[in-house]
């Protein structure tokens, strides 16, 4: 039997029920590699440079005063999403500026968004 091919939805479409998790069900690999990139935003400071960095680059300075922690732990975190490459530094003049190496974040800070909304309204019914 030849497999069925379903088109990918356009981009900034949300994909069916049926299309949904097509690219991983039969891929342990890269169901390994999709959790390790999870485990990077999993903890809640992280989660939240990520989101302020989906508005464009930031300095450590500028986003250790927006999360109210200091700079050495922001520059912790930031350090850990280098090394899984999802954020990327620019320096110049002495200064990093950190920006989203992987843009699909902004989907999924979007999709954890919505996520989190639901739970807030009292979800599905």
């Known amino acids: 039997m030849t497999p069925r091919h379903t088109p990918s939805p356009a981009p900034g479409a949300e994909p069916d029920d049926a299309q949904a998790g097509a690219g991983l069900r039969d891929d342990p690999d890269g169901c390994d590699l999709g959790a390790e990139l999870l485990k990077a935003i999993a903890h809640p400071l992280r989660l939240r440079i990520v989101a302020i960095l989906c508005e464009g680059e930031q300095q450590v300075g500028a986003l250790a005063a927006r999360l109210g922690a200091p700079q050495a732990i922001v520059s912790q975190q930031l350090r850990l999403l280098r090394m899984r490459e999802l954020v990327k530094a620019n320096r110049s003049n002495g ?31």
Do not use: F, K
């Not at 990093?96 to 979800?123: D, K, N, Q, T």
């Open 95 to 125: 200064h990093a500026r950190y920006h989203l190496a992987e843009v699909r974040l902004r989907r999924v800070i979007l999709c954890l968004e919505g996520c989190v909304r639901e739970r807030r309204g009292g979800g599905r019914s």
